[in-house]
């Protein structure tokens, strides 16, 4: 579209909703041409729109279906491979404004609009003693409609499951505008296709997620906490597998020696430098049964070759090492640009994974931090170089996908819960075969056919 007509149909908008809801104003816009990928190929969006309800959602797509205008649905931007880069020419709907919420402690379910952060849907539930459990390590600045776009998943996954395990019912808006509701605060409902799934983890390119139904559980139990170090990262891995072979714990990850010296670079908490790898467990289970799960974890640690291993039951000890772990990927960061993975794989293959990556750090000579969430067989190798140095950042692109095939040679998958985003496209086709990649193709078709929503993302 050339530039008058576009700023002809763009007044359009600005006239159809409230003041101030779309922002043209260059360097705000500019604010908002990349996610956490920092995907260097992002365009310029026309304009910035911020709507506040359903119905401005549905003017904002019956305006882009009309002008056959690109829609990039964003939360807060966290998403690490960038599901949320602009286009030139499209327009980005941010939910950041949509921050609504009530919790009904009757049913243990929560209605919240999109724009809300992860911590605050937390915070609203435990207000009425109530938990909901998904904790992505961005959970203070990630939202949930991101989350549930992205199908989230995070720590506690291991025991409880990912986003779309609490998503009992969404409104969705659609391309042409049309607004369904889809499933609602109902335990047991299986009426119709299973369309609320659909929407979950469909990164923007089915439909706008403008509210949405959540389960919650009551207050977790507080847990024992279980922290390991070894010499070697197949040792650490292979104990990863014996633990969740016999319990659920609340929590299992992994982080290596690259992070736990970057965290501790940054955090000085006394971490061993020395350590090829360091494990993190705990168990949420009540009384005996919680410390009977953490002395097994912490036999079985010991019997896998842990050079030391420490457990507590003191909260404010566990929430630190907890910490520790979430801050891996900011301290990683402070070495260079990151190029994030997030494959997965079945979890008899982890040690082969870990194992594999480290080669291919070897061969690309490159820094590949290694940190998992190790109990779900998800990885985050993050591949650190300097997009200053054309050689090695050829070598990054390099390992970044020779690591997605390594994952999907060893039955994994290119991503366990970031998403495809734009980055991760290209390896699609080769996860999921020619006859599931179409029938992706085929309900994209049927539920956008103008191709409005998040074109060149995820499918
Ligand atoms: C330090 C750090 C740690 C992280 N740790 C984790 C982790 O442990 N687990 C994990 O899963 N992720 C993690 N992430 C990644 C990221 O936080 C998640 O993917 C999160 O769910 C993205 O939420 P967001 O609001 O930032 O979404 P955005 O980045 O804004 O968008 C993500 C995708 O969702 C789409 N989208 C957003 N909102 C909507 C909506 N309302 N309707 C339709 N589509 C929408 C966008 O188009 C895009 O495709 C981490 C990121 C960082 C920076």
Known sequence: MDENRASTALDELITALPDGTVVTDPDIVAAYRQDRAADPNAGTALAVVRPRSTEEVQTTLRWASTHRIAVIPRGMGTGLSGGATALDGAIVLSTEKMRDITVDPRTRTAVAQPGLLNAEVKKAAAEHGLWYPPDPSSFEICSIGGNIATNAGGLCCVKYGVTTDYVLGLQVVLADGTAVRLGGPRLKDVAGLSLTKLFVGSEGTLGVITEVTLKLLPAQHSACTVVATF????????????????????????????????????LRMGLDRTAAAMILAASDERGPAGAQDAEFMVDVLNSHGAKEVFSTTDPDE??????????????????????????GVPLPQLAELVSGIEAIAAERDLLISVIAHAGDGNTHPLIVYDPADADMTARAHRAFGEIMELAVR???????????????????????GPEAMELNRRIKQALDPLGILNPGAAI
Do not use: C
């Open 410 to 432: 060893l039955g994994g998958t290119i991503t366990g819960e970031h998403g495809v985003g734009r980055l991760k496209r290209p390896w699609l086709a080769s996860q999921l």
């Open 231 to 266: 010499g070697s990262v197949a040792d650490a891995a292979n104990a990863v597998v014996a633990i969740t072979s016999r319990i659920r714990p609340s929590m299992l990850e992994f982080m290596d020696a690259a992070a736990i010296n970057a965290v501790e670079d940054k």
């Open 318 to 343: 566990g929430e630190a090492f907890v910490a520790a772990r979430r801050y891996a990927i900011p301290a990683v960061e402070a070495k260079g640009s990151l190029l994030l993975e997030d494959v």
